[in-house]
């Protein structure tokens, strides 16, 4: 299995993965300019700012998030990244998308990556595949219509490479030719070629998990829960992840 890292954004490591971390960050840092190295904590906690209010005027009460930091999986996700650069497309090759996963399978999304086991729709109506969504309303409907009120919600974030793509069929097991007789394929399908809003893949390559939201209803936010109840992480103590609380001035 690959090795997995998760922390907080905001939160510091825990003691046996802090050094590593460390590490990464120092030779990444070590390769840009001071200036860009300035902006970067301050954009990405704005971004997150961003989401945040996203995710809450969808109706979703946001616990916590989680910074996903799988070193194998970036990995070959970069190198599958790097081999549909070949192939010049007018669409962008990668986005930022949703998958909500049930919380058995959050730690495996996190350790092994995506597939379509953990978090498939019950009708595949645009192929057999893994579904994505760009859109955090679509991510909220479905919760509205199957969620306990008394659950927490868990949506990750990935980077998805979308590619080429074409309208998706529930026959699909891949992705269509780009044309009738050619070897080439599209890689993904969609609810809609003219405005995609759902993203289907059919290799767990071309994701990588990059956040995991916690959640929560906010009518059931209201009721049941508070900020100061849930501010450590739901997984199991064994685990290294460590939460940090919709009150973290990193992410408020």
Same mark, same amino acid.
């Given at each position: 299995?690959?090795?997995?890292?998760?922390?907080? !954004?905001?939160?510091?490591?825990?003691?046996?993965?802090?050094?590593?971390?460390? +590490?990464? *960050?120092?030779?990444?840092?070590?390769? =840009?300019?001071?200036?860009?190295?300035? &902006?970067?904590?301050?954009?990405?906690? =704005?971004?997150?700012?961003?989401?945040?209010?996203?995710?809450?005027?969808?109706?979703? +009460?946001? @616990?916590?998030? $989680?910074? @996903?930091?799988?070193?194998?999986? =970036?990995?070959?996700?970069?190198?599958?990244?790097?081999?549909? $650069?070949?192939?010049? &497309?007018?669409?962008?090759?990668?986005?930022?998308?949703?998958?909500?996963?049930?919380?058995?399978?959050?730690?495996?999304?996190?350790?092994?990556?995506?597939?379509?086991?953990?978090?498939?729709?019950?009708?595949?109506?645009?192929?057999?595949?893994?579904?994505?969504?760009?859109?955090?309303? #679509?991510?909220?409907?479905?919760?509205?219509?199957?969620?306990?009120?008394?659950?927490?919600?868990? !949506?990750?974030?990935?980077?998805?490479?979308?590619?080429?793509?074409?309208?998706?069929?529930?026959?699909?097991?891949?992705?269509?030719?780009?044309?009738?007789?050619? @070897?080439?394929?599209?890689?993904?399908?969609?609810? /809609? !070629?003219?405005?995609? =809003?759902?993203?289907? @893949?059919?290799?767990? #390559? +071309?994701?990588?998990?990059?956040?995991? *939201?916690?959640?929560?209803?906010?009518?059931?936010?209201?009721?049941?829960?508070?900020?100061? +109840?849930?501010?450590?992480?739901? *997984?199991?103590?064994?685990?290294?992840?460590?939460? /940090?609380?919709?009150?973290?001035?990193?992410?408020?």
């Amino acid at each position: 299995m690959p090795p997995k890292q998760r922390h907080a !954004v905001g939160a510091k490591a825990a003691p046996h993965c802090g050094s590593q971390m460390k +590490q990464s *960050w120092s030779l990444s840092q070590s390769q =840009e300019p001071e200036a860009r190295r300035r &902006r970067r904590p301050t954009e990405k906690k =704005e971004a997150l700012q961003d989401r945040k209010k996203q995710f809450e005027k969808c109706g979703l +009460q946001v @616990i916590k998030v $989680e910074e @996903i930091g799988n070193g194998v999986l =970036e990995a070959v996700f970069q190198a599958k990244k790097k081999m549909m $650069e070949g192939n010049t &497309r007018k669409e962008p090759l990668s986005r930022m998308l949703f998958q909500r996963v049930p919380r058995q399978f959050c730690d495996m999304v996190c350790r092994v990556g995506f597939h379509r086991v953990y978090s498939g729709p019950c009708d595949s109506k645009y192929g057999v595949g893994i579904y994505f969504t760009k859109n955090l309303k #679509t991510v909220a409907d479905q919760i509205h219509k199957t969620t306990a009120t008394d659950e927490l919600i868990y !949506v990750f974030e990935a980077e998805v490479l979308t590619g080429s793509f074409c309208q998706g069929c529930h026959t699909n097991i891949v992705p269509s030719p780009l044309s009738p007789g050619v @070897i080439d394929s599209h890689d993904s399908v969609v609810d /809609s !070629v003219s405005s995609p =809003e759902t993203f289907v @893949i059919f290799s767990g #390559t +071309q994701a990588v998990p990059k956040y995991l *939201w916690t959640c929560t209803q906010v009518q059931v936010q209201s009721q049941n829960y508070s900020p100061k +109840q849930m501010t450590l992480s739901p *997984w199991s103590p064994k685990r290294s992840s460590i939460g /940090s609380s919709v009150d973290d001035p990193h992410i408020k």
